[in-house]
Structure formats: C-alpha cells, structure tokens
C-alpha cells in the first residue's frame, strides 16, 4: 500500500535580506543552505494497517506525511502509495487517500459546514447513494448533525477537527494520513476522534498514517508506530516492544551537590539525561540495585537529592528525545541502542 | 474543473461576501467612485484640449474602458490569487491545492474567484457601450465581433499579467512589488500610446505587449484602412489566450517547484 525506500528531503533555506534593496537582492542571489529533513527513510505500511509517527519537533514527520500525500517532491529516494508515486499522480493519489492538517482547515471559514462537504462532493464526484451513507455515518459517531449548519468560523477546535476529519473521509479513501490531529484538543474530544479514528480503521478498512506527540493517539489507535529523530527512523515496531525495549528499567535522577561532568561512568546505568548538577540514569535491574546504585554514587560524589521513578511510555519518550537532543556521544550510543530496526 | 463545479464555487464565494453584505456593498460603491472620478478627469481635460493626438474624448472613453473592462474580467479570476499567492506559500496554505483531483491552477483559481470586479464591469461596460454610440464610426457585425473577440483576449491578457508574476512567487516568494510594478505600467495604456516616444511604443507593442489590450484593437476598428492597424489588430486577437497559456505553464511550472512551508 505504501512503499518508501530511502527517501530523503533537503529544503534550501535561503538567506534573506529585508527592505527594498535587500529583497532585490534576493531576487538574484541564490545563496542557500541545504538541510536534510528526511534522511534515507525506509519502511512499508500494508492495508488496513494503522500506523503511528512519532518523534520531536523538526524530526520531519509533516515533511514525509507531504511527500507521501504529493505535496513535496522527494530529493531522492522512492516512494508509492497504491503503486503510484504521489507527486507525479496528484490527482489520482487524491481521490485514493484522505489527509487532515491539524494546524490547518480544508472547511470554508464563513460558510455553514454542510457547504464543504456539498463542495467535496463535487470535487470528488462522489454518488449520491455514497455520499448519502457516508454522511450519516459523519452525521452520528462524529456528531455533526450538532452543528453542521453552523458557519465554520463559530465552531470550537473540538468540532472543527471532527467535521475536517468527516470531510478527509468523504470519497471513501483507502488511506488517510492525519498530522497532529488532535492539537490543541481537550481530553473527551481527543477521546471522541481517537476512537472514531479507530474505527474507521478496525471496520472500513482505512489505512491510518498518524503523526502526533501524544502517546494516547497512539496507544489507542496505532499498534504499531514509527520513530523519527532528525530525519532519520530510529524505530519501527509495536508499542509493547517498545516498552519492553526500555522499560524493564528505572530511572533515577540524582541531583549532585556539583557537577560531576558527563564523565560519571557507572555500571549497570546509562546517563540518558544530563542537566549539569542533574542527571538521569536509567539502571537495568530491580530496585535492589536502584538503592545500590545511589549509594555507589554518592560514595564518589556528593548527592544532594535523588528520585526515582518507574518509566512508563511517556517519560521514556520523553527522556528519549530529552538525551537525543543533548546531541552528546551518550545521546548517539543511547539511539543505536533503541533502533529494534 | 468543469463549468458546473466552477460556478458552484462562485456560488460559494457569494455567499460568503454576503456575510459581509455592508463591507461588500461599501467597496463597490467607494470603486465606483473612483473609476467616474478617474472618467471626470479625462473629460475636464479634454474640455480644454478637444482631442488628445488625434483622439477625441469619445474615442478615449471607449480606449480607456476596454482596458478597465479587460482588466476587471481578468483581475475577476486572477488578481487575489495571484497576489496573496506569495502569502499562501509562505503560510503553507498552497498544500490543499496539490491535494485534490483537480488542477491546482484552476481549484487555486476558482477557490479564490473575486466577485468584488462586478462594480468594474459595469461602470466601464456601460461607459465602453455609452462611447459605442458617440464615436464617429460605422458599426458592422464584423466589427463588433471583433470587438467582442478583443474583449475576450485583452482580459486573458491582463490575466496573463498577473498569473506571470503570481508564479514568481514560488521562487522568489515575496513579490508585492512586481505588482506596483506592473499597475504602474498599466497606466501608460490609459491613453492613447501614440503620445509616447517610439521607445516607450515599441516596448508596449513587443516587450510588454500592453497596447494589444486596447490600443490596437481601438485603432484597428477606428481605421482599418492602415495595413499595420489591420495586422496588429489581428495580432491583438491571439496574443492574449497565447500569453495566458504560457503563463499558465509557467505557474504550473512554479507549484512543481514548491517547497512547502514548515508544520
Ligand atoms: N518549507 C520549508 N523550508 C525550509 N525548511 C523547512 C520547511 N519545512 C520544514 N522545514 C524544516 O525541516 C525540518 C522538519 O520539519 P517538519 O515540519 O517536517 O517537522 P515535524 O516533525 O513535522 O515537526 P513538528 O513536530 O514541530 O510539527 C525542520 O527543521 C524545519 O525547520
Ligand atoms: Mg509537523
């Protein structure tokens, strides 16, 4: 359903100037800086598979959903959905997948929603009888039939998101990519979407490509998820896996009296965040050795206070990004370490 | 896009002016205004002159309004989206255009179709039908659909203008003041260009062809009789859906090039 075989993304950034002189400026100089938003990504999704993408912010996941969606011409790389390479097939790719911006709306701002979707149905030629069906679907388990003759600019976030997500799903698509859909949402609302979202998924068949920065989404939804981290995939399997991966482990966080520097090399622990006078390890064995650890630590450096915690998904993710950014020799060693790939 | 899904867009679109009935109708009047008082001015300075080059008031009239009426049937499908071209790119907004089964050029063109140029139309249409009357002429069939033929290519024309450098946008991304450019140029056509240096008439007849907009179809119906009228008129026939297809492609060319903005 979807093939990507190394794909990458370099934007140009141009250096612009301001003013009247600087913008003719930039009418002839090119001068420019590549950077890679994507770098030599692989993976495959099947159909009906329901597929999380992970990672922090700037790791390019708007940047693959784009290129996956026709929007963005890969730099190389090669890349199918339905056998078709999107940028080249934008028409045919649109009437096979269905795709929701959460930061941005394909709904007309001052009209009534059931006007958008009536446009839709132009737009994709959808059937009467289809279109008819799909509404009453839209109309009941996202409950438009509560505003849908309200004008766009008058509905809260919450609606909003569900009639863009009804109108992705219109004309029936076999593949919907959703970026960050539940932005910004409160937690009934986000509940609402993930299991209409799960839904579409278990009993249409639909394909789901979802970026997100929340686990739930995931956990919810997706059985199986991708992590991006500078544009390149660091893992891809499912989420118990992961938690398997990382979790058997605890983590402490010792705050010194002084920096000891990211020297402190100890066995049994990995330094995965490092903050100066505080850093976090995360030891593999039971809490025995937790108690043993601080006191080891502490024999060689003053502690002025330690905590300890279990590491459920979301702290590990978080530690996670929190070391891959410290962009140190412990971040890197840390990421080859993860990849289950 | 076909004509059905067209209009219904614009049906969209009037609907939506029509929650802001006051905001539109105030526009229309405060353009009308503008255009007479712009018809004011021409005539208070023909009352003291008599003819411009050769040109009576009448003629002028008739010159001036098939450049507002080409301009405001062009500017109609093309002047918002072209100029808030650069600020779509820039918001990331021209995604939703490259993901519909249709052409991005026509769904961006219609999705942001202005009805604001009806004021325009009517006010140069009723001068430009006015000024039919008055000038010192024959009228035959051939003539007015000839005439009718240099409406529809001097608005493809104008649109030309603007699809060019709306398209700029994908490279350069801000491109304001091309336009101020462009509109300044525009007003060399508000009279007749033979009252410019050869210079300046050639570059408005081969460089930047704005005088096929009015000028030579004008001329070309005041007095076929001059071999060059009658070809230039010719000319001014093709020139337009020409111009506007190579625009076109040149846009195309410019959305293929499109980088996205970050999200
Ligand atoms: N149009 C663009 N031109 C230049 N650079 C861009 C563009 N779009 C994105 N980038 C850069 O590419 C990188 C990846 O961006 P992308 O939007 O794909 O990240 P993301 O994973 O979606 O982040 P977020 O979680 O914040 O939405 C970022 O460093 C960003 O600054
Ligand atoms: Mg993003």
Redesign the pocket.
């Known amino acids: 359903m979807i093939r990507v075989e190394g794909i990458s993304?370099e934007?140009?950034?141009f250096a612009r100037s301001t003013g009247v002189i600087g913008s003719m400026r930039n009418l002839f100089s090119r001068e420019h800086t590549l950077?890679k938003?994507?770098n030599e990504i692989s993976f495959s999704i099947e159909k009906g598979e329901a597929v999380g993408y992970l990672?922090?912010?700037?790791?390019?996941?708007?940047?693959?959903?784009?290129m996956l969606t026709g929007i963005l011409v890969p730099t190389s790389g090669m890349v199918t959905v339905n056998n078709l390479v999107p940028h080249k097939h934008r028409k045919e790719i649109a009437k096979k997948v269905g795709i929701v911006f959460g930061q941005r709306s394909q709904l007309w701002w001052d009209l009534p929603v059931q006007d958008s979707f009536d446009l839709h149905k132009r737009i994709y030629n959808i059937h009467d009888t289809d279109y008819r069906t799909n509404m009453n679907i839209f109309l009941e388990l996202l409950n438009l039939k509560e505003f849908i003759t309200q004008p766009v600019r008058q509905l809260s976030l919450g609606q909003r998101m569900r009639a863009e997500i009804g109108l992705a799903l219109l004309h029936n698509p076999d593949i919907l990519f959703l970026?960050?859909p539940t932005i910004g949402l409160d937690v009934i609302a986000k509940d609402n979407i993930r299991s209409f979202i799960k839904q579409m998924n278990r009993e249409h068949k639909v394909s789901v490509l979802l970026?997100t920065?929340d686990l739930k989404d995931i956990e919810e939804i997706c059985p199986r998820m991708l992590i991006?981290n500078k544009?390149e995939l660091i893992f891809d399997g499912t989420v118990d896996q992961l938690k398997s991966n990382l979790s058997p482990g605890k983590l402490i966080t010792i705050e010194f009296e002084s920096n000891p520097g990211n020297e402190v090399e100890l066995a049994n622990a990995d330094l995965i965040a490092d903050h100066g006078i505080r850093k976090t390890f995360k030891i593999d064995k039971g809490l025995d050795s937790a108690i043993d650890f601080v006191k080891r630590v502490s024999k060689r450096y003053p502690i002025k206070d330690f905590s300890l915690e279990d590491s459920d998904i979301e702290d590990i993710i978080r530690m996670y990004y929190r070391s891959l950014d410290n962009d140190n020799n412990i971040g890197i060693a840390n990421q080859e370490k993860m990849s289950v790939i | 896009m076909n004509i059905r899904l067209f209009s219904y867009f614009v049906t969209l679109i009037i609907k939506s002016r029509m929650e802001y009935r006051g905001a539109f109708i105030i526009g229309a009047v405060g353009q009308i205004t503008g255009y007479a008082a712009n018809y004011l001015v021409i005539w208070l300075l023909l009352q003291n002159f008599d003819t411009i080059n050769g040109w009576s008031w009448t003629e002028i009239a008739f010159l001036y309004s098939l450049n507002i009426l080409t301009y405001a049937i062009g500017a109609s499908f093309t002047y918002t989206p072209m100029v808030s071209l650069d600020q779509t790119i820039i918001n990331?907004d021209f995604d939703k255009y490259l993901t519909k089964p249709l052409s991005p050029f026509t769904y961006y063109l219609a999705n942001l179709f202005n009805i604001g140029y009806i004021a325009h139309i009517v006010i140069s249409l009723l001068v430009l039908l006015w000024s039919i009357t008055q000038v010192d002429m024959n009228w035959t069939a051939i003539k007015l659909i000839y005439l009718v033929l240099a409406i529809i290519s001097g608005s493809f024309l104008q649109a030309a203008g603007l699809v060019v450098i709306g398209s700029l946008s994908f490279i350069f991304l801000r491109v304001r003041y091309l336009f101020e450019i462009f509109f300044k140029l525009k007003e060399f056509i508000a009279y007749p260009i033979s009252i410019y240096g050869t210079l300046l008439q050639m570059v408005l007849t081969w460089i930047i062809p704005l005088a096929m907009i009015n000028y030579y179809p004008s001329i070309y119906l005041f007095d076929d009789s001059v071999l060059t009228n009658k070809i230039l008129g010719v000319v001014a026939l093709v020139i337009g859906p020409l111009g506007f297809y190579m625009s076109y492609k040149l846009w195309m060319y410019g959305a293929n090039k499109y980088?996205?903005?970050?999200?």
Request: aromatic residues 4%; proline residues 3%.
């Open positions: 993304k934007y140009k950034q950077l938003a994507v990672g922090p912010n700037g790791a390019g996941k708007s940047t693959m959903i784009k970026d960050e970026t920065h991006v544009g | 990331g980088q996205g903005a970050g999200g």
